[in-house]
């Protein structure tokens, strides 16, 4: 895997790699990632490609999504803290 580039948008770090004639788009909030992949021929090609594949709408996209992740997030740790189970496994000894 190989580095093309970094940037950073909104405290949102943004790396381009390219790795077996894939371009992967990752982006990074606090310790939370999405990564989006493109193959070879799909218009995204190296580092600019990705960059200009970000606009302003996509990004408000991505940020949306690690605002919902980290929502869950949150919520599932509240429930653990006040010992709610919310899951349906049975409990093995």
């Known amino acids: 895997m190989r580095i093309l580039g970094e940037s950073e948008k909104s405290g949102v770090k943004i790396t381009v ?27 995204v090609e190296n580092y600019n490609d990705a960059i200009q594949f970000i606009d302003d709408l996509f990004f408000r996209k991505v ?26 496994f049975d409990h093995i000894v």
Do not use: C, P, V
């Not at 077996?20 to 982006?27: G, H, V, Y």
């Not at 997030?73 to 010992?83: D, K």
């Open 63 to 88: 940020f949306d999504i690690f605002f919902l992740m980290s929502e869950a997030r949150f919520q599932r740790w509240s429930a653990l803290e006040n010992n709610t189970q919310t899951d349906s």
């Open 17 to 43: 790699f390219s790795m077996n004639e894939k371009i992967s788009i990752k982006f990074e909030k606090d310790l939370l990632e999405q990564i989006y992949k493109f193959r070879d021929g799909s218009n």
